[in-house]
């Protein structure tokens, strides 16, 4: 082989390294990019999540319409178990929870002993739950008199979480 | 001999050109794609945040509520409304660059569970929120204003001047407006925005419902409408109004339901019928219906008043 041959294979060699190592270097770079956007979406969505509990205890679809904050009507969360609402919620999931009387097994309403309601599922792996303290409440008639009964509950909302 | 060592001194630097040149290039393409991706992740990543910033916005059961978005540079909101079925709105963030000028926008947000009233596309530094709730004759939501542009409500009615100032908006005044603002008038023609009242029964004012006129356009509104009819565009505004109809028509179906459980222990309610009623109505309309609908929901709230077990 002649020198000159050499030379030009010699420097072909030496491009497609120079080349393969910034293809790495950029590959690499772009790597922990998308990560940090991960984490970005993941970190935003739980603040979506946490922020949105307070937003959902308030949707007339939830509350008592008694103008109390914190407060869910029974009625209205039964109705709501059944309902399309998907896309709608700003959450992966929602979930009601009867809380008092402690229960140790939670069965799923409606169903006889019942302590807890699922609104709404996005069926999405690795959820992570947020609550808050709320009153679950309901209108009843007794000697033609008419109460509002409530027992205390927890509204927990879900969000995927960053698998990495 | 010599031409050898000149062919020698040629390869090298045929070498050192191209791998340079290559090297370069790759830098530069690399340096301005990334910068590309990391502004499109940050006015993304804003578009999210106003999301759940607007969040604690809303009213709740408060009368309103404000708030104050400040970017450190001139940044462009928009907001495309889609209304099948509960619709959404989506909001996107394009950020001016101090170099380059404008860059494409951001990837947009979905918001379905809000209603945010605004121009299609807004740019300032400062923006204001407001919200205040919708009621027919039940809540329905609140409504989100976005503005960035200054208001002057001119020789507003009491109730509405009142409204405004508890808000304490800097950016909608009733009096000492600046020279740029966007005047608005009362059953008057001659400014930038006119309001006409054209409510006669049941009413806490002539403009519970009534329309708004902005250049050849006519929006008529209900309650807390009137503001979204006066801040934002006119296609937003009449998508919004109606996935808010759509809503209304799904919780009169809740609320119908709910009359089932209550008649089932006694705690009985006479409403159902007049849901239905409202229900199909609701699905029905448009915002030109609207003052229509206002008035039957408040029939169906002074029957809600009077019941025993009562439906809200």
């Known amino acids: 082989m002649k020198s000159a041959q050499l030379k030009i294979q010699q420097m072909a060699f030496m491009i497609l390294a120079v080349l393969l190592f910034f293809v790495l270097v950029g590959l690499f770079f772009i790597n922990f990019q998308f990560k940090d956007i991960r984490q970005g ?57 009867k809380i008092n009387p402690f229960a140790e097994k939670w069965v799923k309403c409606p169903a006889s002993g019942c302590n807890y309601y699922e609104i709404y599922n996005s069926n999405q792996k690795n959820v992570k739950e947020y609550s808050i303290y709320v009153s679950i409440c309901k209108k009843i008639k007794e000697f033609d008199y008419v109460y509002t009964k409530c027992q205390t509950g927890k509204l927990s909302a879900g969000v995927v979480e960053n698998e990495d | ?63 309103g509520s404000f708030g104050k978005i400040v970017f450190n540079q ?29 860059l494409s926008s951001g990837g947009a947000t979905s918001i379905y569970n809000k209603y945010i009233f605004s121009p299609e596309s807004q740019t300032a530094e400062q923006f204001y929120v407001f919200s205040k709730p919708f009621y027919l004759p039940y809540k329905i939501s609140d409504l989100i204003f976005l503005t960035s542009k200054n208001y002057c409500f001119l020789h507003s009615p009491e109730e509405i001047e009142d409204e405004i100032s508890g808000l304490r908006m800097p950016n909608v005044k009733t009096a000492n407006c600046s020279s740029d603002s966007v005047r608005i008038c009362f059953n008057s023609f001659g400014c930038d925005v006119n309001i006409f009242g054209t409510c006669m029964e049941n009413c806490n004012s002539a403009y519970d419902e009534g329309y708004v006129e902005k250049g050849n356009e006519r929006l008529y509104y209900s309650g807390s409408l009137l503001y979204g009819a006066i801040f934002s565009d006119p296609d937003v505004y009449e998508c919004n109004v109606k996935r808010l109809l759509y ?38 309309s448009s915002s030109k219906e ?19 077990c009562r439906m809200w």
């Open chain 2, 74 to 102: 001139e940044t462009e909101i928009n907001n495309i409304c889609f209304s099948s079925g509960f619709g959404k709105n989506e909001v996107s963030v394009s950020t001016y660059s101090r170099f380059g000028g404008q």
């Open chain 2, 290 to 308: 609207l003052a229509q609908i206002s008035q039957i929901a408040k029939q169906i709230e002074i029957k809600n008043r009077a019941e025993l």
């Open chain 2, 1 to 63: 001999m010599k031409n050898k060592k000149a062919l020698e001194m040629n390869f090298a630097l045929l070498f050192a050109i191209i791998a340079g040149a290559a090297i370069l290039v790759l830098a530069i393409y690399g340096a301005t794609k990334l910068g590309e991706m990391k502004r499109y992740q940050t006015d993304t990543e804003i578009a999210k945040e106003i999301s759940v910033i607007t969040d604690p916005m809303q009213a709740g059961f408060a009368e």
């Open chain 2, 247 to 284: 809503r209304t028509a799904e919780i009169a179906k809740l609320y119908e339901q709910k009359a089932d459980l209550m008649n089932a222990r006694s705690c009985s309610t006479n409403l159902k019928a007049d849901l239905i009623l409202f229900r199909a109505l609701a699905e029905s």
């Open chain 1, 41 to 97: 979406f993941s970190e935003l969505q739980k603040k979506q999540t946490i922020s949105a509990l307070t937003v959902l205890a308030d949707m007339p679809e939830l509350n008592c319409d008694s103008g109390e904050s914190f407060c869910l009507d029974e009625d209205k969360i039964l109705i709501m178990t059944s309902n399309q609402y998907e896309k709608f919620w700003p959450v992966a999931s929602i979930k009601v929870y």
